[in-house]
Structures are given as structure tokens and as C-alpha cells.
């Protein structure tokens, strides 16, 4: 089924075209509650119908499953879908909480990796695959030198890497053209603004945001911890602590303020600020909010008709200096505790 409305098509890096928004996959995941693996599937199919054909997974989501999952959609439908995945993260996502994450970037994990997701995801090849995280130990020279040998091997056909710093990004385009950066942006998330995007503008490398909508915080859905689901990883994060929490939700109203103004939801103005910032910012980019239900999907792309003014975005860029608490536990695991 063709989308009714077209959905604009944004050129990141190295000649890499998308959906002007894509889908994070990782929602469906039990990461932020239980999922229904009939629902998650009906609803990547609802994407591709609408034309939302840019699917985010990793090969760390549900330990493997949510690949898995996304090969049933590829079954039918891989000439319609631009596939992403993702390598690096080792360990347990559940322990977060006790930072017993880790990184793994060297040569022969990196081609290990892509044969294990290549099978999970039942296609020859994925169109764009992402560093994870960095492994600090191991020069990125030496991970996007074994990415680039996948590149010609024809398993991969694009590179990206995600919570680079601006630095590690240079060192890695000198290696290998990079697709695209992805980072957590959004309105309440902007550290990635001081240097990772200037650097991203510069290089002609595109911008995929996760966590546009902050979490699903910036929707106006959460309203206190008792609203997160037991054993959501939401629960370990600073922003969503006592305190933070009740601070944010300043940031929120403002959105819906605007929201209502515009006659859209807060999730459609959240992701109409990230266009219009990456505009004014001289970059390319694509966010990639994730949602468990086919309804989310067609309000998200309602916000690509979203037209703010000065005054509102003005408001909307204040609002920054609201947030309370950092954007992860450990800073170390993203840019922000490298730049």
C-alpha cells in the first residue's frame, strides 16, 4: 500500500537518502514496558504503508529479538525498507542502573557482529550500520577501518556511528565517508549542539536523533514516576528521578502551551522544534521516534506540517535551560562526558 501523502525523502551523508522520519525500533522492546510482537509487527508494517521506510533496530535490542522481529517485516517488504542496525554495546541493557554496559570496537568483533545480525535479520545486506558506542580502548581508526571492509565486502552499504564526540567524528571520516551521527536531540536534550552537530554540518555527515520526543516525556504522557511501567529503564535515568521530574515538567507545559496554539500535540511540536533547529543549524537530519502503536506513527508524521513561528520557537529554545538532571546516569557512556 502507497502512502497517501508522500513522505519527503532527507539526503544525510555519503549519498544516503531516508524518510524525512524514521522509526526507532528499540520500542519494542520490553525496555519501556511489555510489547505484543503481533502489535509491533502490525505496526512496522503500518510504517512502511505510510512511508516511514527508515528502521532503526541494533543487535542489542531484546537480545537479538527485535531483529528477528523486523525479519519478518524484511520477508516481504526489504526493497521498501532503508535498514539500520547497530553493533558495539556488550552486556545486559536491564543493567543499566549498575553500569555494567560495556563497548566493544575492535576489528574482529565488528565482522563478527555483522554476519550474526545479517542472519537474525534474514537479508544479505543492511543499509546503514552504526558504531553503537565507543570502546575507548580500541582507536575508532581501527572500528571504521573494519566497517569499511564490510562497505566492500557488500554487507554494508553505509557507515554511521552513534554518541561520537566532534573529535572522534573527524577521525573517523578520515577513515571512511560516514553516513550519519546519532545522538539523543531534542528539545530538552541539546549538548550534542555545542560541537557533534556544528562538526556533523561541516563534514556534510547527517544527524539522526533518538530519543526525539525525550523519552516519550515531551508527549505531556508522564506526569510522575508512578506512570512508568515497573522495570522501565526510564526509572534509572536522572531526568525521570524525584525532583527532576516534577522540575521538567515546566518543559512541558511550554510545549503543550505551543501545541495548542498550533492545533498538534506536543509529540507533533517536539519533533517540528528538531527540523526547524537542524535548519537553522545547517544539518541534515532525521528523527527516529519509536512508539508501539500505528497511531503514534501517523501523529508523528503530522508534525512535518507543523509551521512555527519565531515567537514560538523562540519559547521552545528557552525552555533548554529549564531541564533538571543529565540525560544518562553515566555521562561516560555518551558524548557528553567525552567532549
Known sequence: MAAQNPVPSVALGDELSVSAIGFGAMA???????????????????????GVTFIDTANIYGG????????????DRRDEVTLATKFGITGNPANRATRELAARGDAAYVRACIDES?????????????????DTSVPIEETVGAM??????????????????????RAAVA???????????????RDVEANVVPTAAELGV??????PLGRGFLTGTITSSDDLPS???RRTMPRFGDGALDANLAVVELVKGVAAQQGATPAQVALAWLRYRAQTLGVAAVPIPGTRRAARVEEN????????????????????????????GNLGWVSAGRE
Open 28 to 50: 519494542l522492546t520490553p525496555v519501556y514496558g511489555e510489547v505484543d510482537d503481533t502489535e509491533s509487527l502490525a505496526t512496522l508494517h503500518r510504517c512502511i504503508d505510510l
Open 64 to 75: 537479538g529479538e527485535n531483529e528477528r522481529l523486523i525479519a519478518q517485516l524484511l520477508a
Open 118 to 134: 545479517l542472519q537474525r535479520l534474514q537479508t544479505d545486506a543492511v543499509d546503514l550500520y552504526y558504531m553503537h558506542r565507543r
Open 148 to 169: 569499511a571492509e564490510l562497505v566492500a565486502a557488500g554487507k554494508v552499504r553505509h557507515l554511521g556511528l552513534s554518541e561520537v564526540t566532534a573529535d572522534e567524528l
Open 175 to 189: 577513515v571512511h565517508p560516514i553516513a550519519a551521527v546519532q545522538s539523543e536531540w531534542s528539545i530538552w536534550s
Open 206 to 211: 547527517g544527524f539522526v536523533p533518538y530519543s
Open 231 to 233: 522495570g522501565d529503564f
Open 301 to 328: 508524521l503530522g508534525s512535518l506540517s507543523v509551521t512555527l513561528t519565531a515567537q514560538q520557537l523562540d519559547a521552545l529554545n528557552a525552555a533548554a535551560a529549564a531541564v533538571a538532571g543529565h540525560r544518562f
